[in-house]
């Protein structure tokens, strides 16, 4: 098992004669040879500031180097690990047992992995794990008791036997009338000898219990391990292997046992804890367990019970102290040995309430309800607490756990939303929202969770509604309406939808506003036909008739359209068509007037060149497609059209005069004659414009 050394001051052995009355001075630490597997020059500079003298380090680099080292029983041997350097630290731990069972051994790791090493140590010989940086106070008290376990580890096997031989420790519980007189039998001297014995196996039940309280008592103190052989206690039930699995905190155990002997050979081993400061610690060897037993051999004595008062103070200020500071574990275990110094103080109620407070507090505060659950129940089984006071704790209690599963729930419905999992089986958002909704339905966070669905919900209405899918739209709506859609909040849906479909329709016409001035520019003004300014125009007075850019559109679009009328005209061609488009696009009279003007002469003009149309030599001839649908019907029909055959022999302006019956083989025609090619028409060497007017017939075929 791995164990962590107490901070508290180590007991030193003490030798008596027979009828001395004052202590002899305590005897220097035993010395030790300290060998230190590490590879960083900063960690032995920090070391051996921290010892202080206390010893020599002999650095190696590997297990196997250090060994060799530790096999020598002249001396207590100690090995220092430093973990960062050590890949398999468990392996090497075991295998320095394996070797030399009578060295201590150390180790020091990051502070941030102090927890993780020490699970890996977990069952080996390991004396304590100490974090990094090095924490000079608490590694020079555990150096001196790790220094005081080698040592004991190469004491004589026997001199143990013997001692625990001589030892009889028991149960806090008066003593029999003639103990003074069997324990007078064998004389001062044999007495004397037997107390020193107790003091010494002492020593070793205190070096595994403050080395118990350094890895654990940080945590929860748990009960004192078993009691050594020969030595029969008090004890608390044994802890499971798997510490996580205990729900109920162990409660912290005071040193209890109680030691027979002279009354006055026990007072003179209590004052020499006092002076010395064991007052509680190491276990069996301290201030309080002499006092303890002297009042159980002699509950008349006076100085038993002054001795177990000024424990009492003194443990009392250290209670204060603890709890001020927050070490919350620590109190706890001095609270208990206050108790068993003065069972009857009336200030281990008041400790004990103010602890549980905190304890409570704490573990509330941290969302641990599993262990704020058994301090509660600990505080009423204690029956130091008011029952009003354990009454509020259980209703915070429920409250806390009530929130947790609440905050849990609106999580997992954010969850689901960000995934997109709005609806689907038993793992969506709508899910938890109706769960969050029949058990909580006026917590704030069922609130938010619910209505950032509904958001969720409309976002995607109104998605459908902008695609124009009526059905996706109305699905939508109706799971809003599901989870709690307020009327408010589908009023906000409809502005928010005809506001988006506003800026949609803004956004299409700017767009077609675009198109229509690119082909205003270059030309195009009515072909081709769906690729023209005409008709970009024509769909921007169709989606967005008020849009206020569409009379200056208009105007510019029938300006245009004069101008190449009045151009054509004056060629000789006719500009009917365009005169009759600018009509539509709103082209005012003078304008109109001042082109029609110009019809006369070009009238004559198109007379003239109207004979050269005969003249034209076709070079490409593509024969229109007859439409599906009025073959299917039987449907024969003409169209009559104009176009003009430009310099370069290709056609253009292709337009329709007159088609039987309308709008069947419109655009077949046109088509098709946009795919004639002719020759170029030459007068007088200069190459002209025909303008030419043809009949394109559609029969069925025989």
Excluded at 54 to 66: G, M, S
Excluded at 302 to 315: I, N, P, S
Aim: charged content about 20%; glycine content about 6%; aromatic content about 4%.
């Amino acid at each position: 098992m791995v164990n962590a050394a107490s901070s508290a001051p180590r007991t030193r052995k003490a030798t008596s004669t027979p009828g001395a009355k004052a202590a002899t001075a305590p005897a220097p630490s035993p010395a030790a040879d300290v060998t230190a597997i590490t590879t960083r020059d900063d960690f032995l500079l920090e070391l051996g500031e921290t010892l202080g003298g206390q010893a020599a380090v002999r650095p190696v680099e590997t297990i196997d180097a250090a060994l060799p080292h530790l096999t020598s029983t002249r001396r207590a041997q100690l090995l220092i690990i430093d973990a960062r350097g050590v890949a398999a630290l468990r392996a090497a731990a075991d295998a320095a047992h394996a070797e030399a069972p009578h060295a201590a051994v150390l180790v020091f790791t990051e502070a941030a992995a102090e927890a993780q090493v020490s699970a890996a140590l977990k069952g080996s010989k390991v004396f304590a794990v100490l974090p990094l940086p090095v924490d000079a106070r608490k590694t020079q008290a555990v150096f001196e008791g790790a220094v005081a376990d080698a040592q004991r580890r190469k004491d004589n096997a026997a001199t143990d036997e013997v001692q625990a031989a001589k030892l009889s420790i028991g149960a806090f519980r008066p003593a029999p009338a003639d103990a003074s007189a069997t324990a007078s039998d064998d004389g001062g001297s044999t007495a004397s000898r037997k107390l020193l014995m107790i003091g010494a196996v002492a020593a070793t039940v205190a070096l595994a219990a403050g080395a118990w309280f350094f890895m654990h008592g940080r945590t929860s103190p748990a009960a004192p391990t078993a009691p050594v052989a020969g030595v029969a206690g008090t004890t608390a039930p044994a802890a499971t292997a798997d510490k996580s699995a205990v729900a109920e905190p162990a409660a912290p155990v005071a040193d209890t046992s109680i030691i027979h002997g002279k009354v006055d050979e026990l007072l003179e081993q209590a004052r020499r804890a006092m002076h010395e400061r064991r007052y509680t610690e190491p276990a069996g060897d301290n201030a309080l367990v002499y006092f303890r037993s002297a009042a159980a051999a002699d509950a008349s004595n006076g100085e038993a019970r002054d001795g177990l008062q000024r424990v009492a103070g003194v443990l009392a200020g250290r209670i204060e102290e603890a709890l001020n500071a927050g070490r919350l574990d620590e109190a706890a275990l001095i609270l208990a040995n206050f108790r068993a110094a003065a069972a009857n103080d009336p200030r281990g109620g008041a400790y004990t309430q103010r602890l549980a407070v905190i304890q409570v507090g704490k573990a509330l505060a941290d969302a641990n309800f599993e262990r704020a659950s058994a301090l509660i129940h600990q505080a009423q089984q204690s029956g130091a607490v008011p029952a009003e006071q354990i009454a509020r704790w259980r209703a915070e209690l429920a409250r806390h756990q009530e929130d947790t599963r609440v905050q849990h729930l609106a999580g997992l419905v954010g969850d689901r939303i960000h995934d997109g999992r709005l609806t689907d089986a038993d793992d969506s958002a709508k899910t938890y929202a109706q769960q969050l909704t029949a058990s909580a339905p006026g917590n704030p966070a069922t609130v938010r969770a619910v209505h950032d669905l509904i958001g969720a919900y409309l976002r995607k209405a109104r998605d459908a509604a902008t695609a124009k899918n009526t059905a996706d739209e109305d699905h939508w709506l109706n799971e809003a309406h599901d989870v709690g859609m307020k009327p408010a909040e589908f009023t906000a849906f409809q502005h928010d939808l005809a506001s988006s479909r506003q800026k949609a329709s803004l956004a299409e016409s700017a767009r077609l506003l675009q198109l229509f001035h690119d082909r205003l520019g270059s030309g195009a003004l009515t072909d081709p036909a769906q690729d023209s300014a005409a008709y970009y125009l024509t769909q921007v007075q169709t989606s967005s008739p008020n849009d206020a850019a569409l009379a200056q559109g208009s105007h510019d679009l029938a300006a245009g359209l004069l101008e190449r009328a009045r151009v054509a005209l004056l060629a000789g061609k006719s500009g009917d068509a365009d005169i009759a488009a600018a009509r539509h696009w709103g082209a005012d009279a003078a304008s109109l007037n001042a082109v029609q003007q110009l019809q006369p002469t070009a009238q004559a003009a198109v007379i003239n060149t109207a004979a050269l149309a005969s003249k034209l030599k076709q070079t490409r001839a593509t024969s229109p497609e007859y439409p599906q649908s009025a073959l299917n019907h039987h449907i024969t029909g003409s169209v009559l059209l104009t176009y003009t055959v430009d310099t370069s022999g290709v056609t253009r302006d292709v337009h329709v005069i007159e088609a039987t019956p309308p709008g069947v083989f419109d655009d077949a025609a046109v088509s098709a004659v946009r795919r004639w090619r002719y020759a170029p028409m030459v007068v007088n060497g200069t190459p002209v414009e025909v303008p030419v007017k043809t009949q394109v017939r559609f029969e069925l075929p025989k």
